[in-house]
């Protein structure tokens, strides 16, 4: 008969693989995310391009990104309903032959319908892969959900930042048809995606809800959750109707007040966008030993000061204070998130899908109508009126302690 001490021996090793086995799974989703955010990001370094190869205006421009953004906004929350109820492990592979599809779309179109239809198809994508993958991501954490949902994010927010870089060193020498390249993206994404989809088919019982986790419901009625989560969404607008003027209309700022070439410009877009993917890990493991109400307050309300400075700044100080922005600001979206998903037990997905949908809608209503506001004044005026949206961060005061709640 074995011995007591052989039993523990075993159990520990099956808990150390499966600890092994979930983390190569937050490496693998981190990865992918990376591969979906870099196709997308994909659309607005291109936009000077089909600005002026199809005679665009800035409000064309801005309903590109809204009709991307919206066709994932809209979708998402329904999609992270309806798996809460159905998991569907094939689901990511399947939204990234949509994102294929778009894409091949994208290098062809010749007319600003088509480039339309392009951006939706990547979004519908989009929609499908963000609360899927961001309850995989749950699923993997052992517990650690700000450190499992800051790791995806920054796969995510690294690929956001290639964008611009290989469109200034593929896209804009050979055209837009260089975009169909691009696939090869989607085609290795698919295939790490359908690897992914094995594991989630064997561990859908690790995203049922814990008696342990309800501390929110008993401590919280629905009115508080339902203002706490309102709270959120007022903070994800500001945090992405600000950073639509930086993602969208950035490259612009910077050719028409200090004349640097569209290359050039491309790559200053790129140090913005690595400056949030290098402050993304930040708020999640550090929301994990503080608490997430803290990270939010720095994260959003923090960058106040620098986005304030920006639009009366030199080049170089501008690049410098956009690094600032992107690294302080780039923390909030994990910890709003796993607030979030703690506030509501059990809706991993629905609130994952809620929260993504609508960070993409505020990017996408933000982009439209701040190109709106850019054709009728100037886009120097845009980031003089952006500057004062990080202060709606300090609405972070009304949000309950529910990590206190949680220890109690």
């Not at 929350?77 to 159905?86: A, E, F, I, S």
């Not at 400075?309 to 998130?337: D, E, K, Q, R, Y």
């Not at 609508?358 to 506001?373: D, I, K, T």
Request: glycine fraction near 8%; include cysteine.
């Amino acid at each position: 008969m074995e011995t007591t001490l052989e039993t523990d021996d075993r159990q520990a090793q099956a808990r150390q693989v499966a600890e092994k086995t979930a983390f190569s799974v937050l490496i693998a989703l981190s990865f992918t995310h990376l591969l979906n955010d870099t196709i997308q990001s994909l659309i607005p370094a291109i936009y000077p391009m089909v600005k002026d190869s199809l005679s665009l205006s800035f409000s064309q421009v801005g309903l590109i990104t809204l009709t991307f953004q919206l066709s994932a906004s809209i979708l998402q929350p329904l999609v992270g309903l309806y798996t809460d109820k159905r998991p569907q492990p094939y689901s990511l592979a399947i939204g990234m032959g949509f994102t294929l599809l778009g894409l091949l779309c994208l290098a062809m179109a010749h007319s600003f319908a088509i480039v339309l239809v392009s951006v939706a198809l990547v979004g519908v994508g989009s929609a499908v892969f963000h609360p899927e993958a961001s309850r995989l991501a749950y699923m993997a954490s052992g517990g650690r959900h700000g450190m499992a949902q800051s790791l995806f994010q920054v796969g995510g927010n690294t690929g956001s930042s290639l964008g611009p870089l290989l469109a200034a060193a593929i896209i804009v020498p050979f055209g837009q048809s260089s975009v169909a390249w691009f696939s090869l993206i989607a085609l290795l994404a698919i295939f790490v995606m359908l690897r992914i989809s094995k594991w989630y088919l064997g561990n859908t019982h690790r995203i049922k809800p814990k008696k342990q986790a309800q501390f929110a419901a008993v401590q919280l009625s629905k009115g508080k959750v339902a203002f706490a989560l309102f709270i959120l969404l007022l903070l994800i607008f500001s945090k992405y109707f600000y950073m639509a003027s930086l993602t969208s209309y950035y490259t612009f700022y910077l050719m028409g007040k200090f004349n640097v070439s569209v290359q050039h410009a491309q790559i200053y877009l790129f140090v913005f966008l690595f400056a949030i993917a290098a402050g993304t890990f930040i708020g999640g493991p550090i929301g994990d030993r503080i608490g997430r109400k803290y990270v939010i307050w720095i994260s959003i309300l923090g960058v106040a000061p620098f986005a304030l400075l920006m639009p009366h700044a030199t080049l170089f100080w501008t690049v410098i204070l956009s690094v600032f922005i992107g690294v302080i600001l780039s923390s909030a979206f994990s910890a709003i998130l796993v607030y979030a998903q703690e506030l509501v037990p059990g809706k991993v997905g629905m609130i994952a899908g809620l929260f993504f949908g609508f960070a993409f809608g505020m990017a996408g209503v933000g982009s439209a109508l701040l190109g709106e506001l850019a054709d009728r004044t100037s886009i120097y005026y845009v980031y003089e009126v952006c500057a004062y949206l990080p202060l709606i961060g300090l609405l972070t005061g009304f949000l309950p302690n529910i990590e206190g709640s949680r220890k109690k």
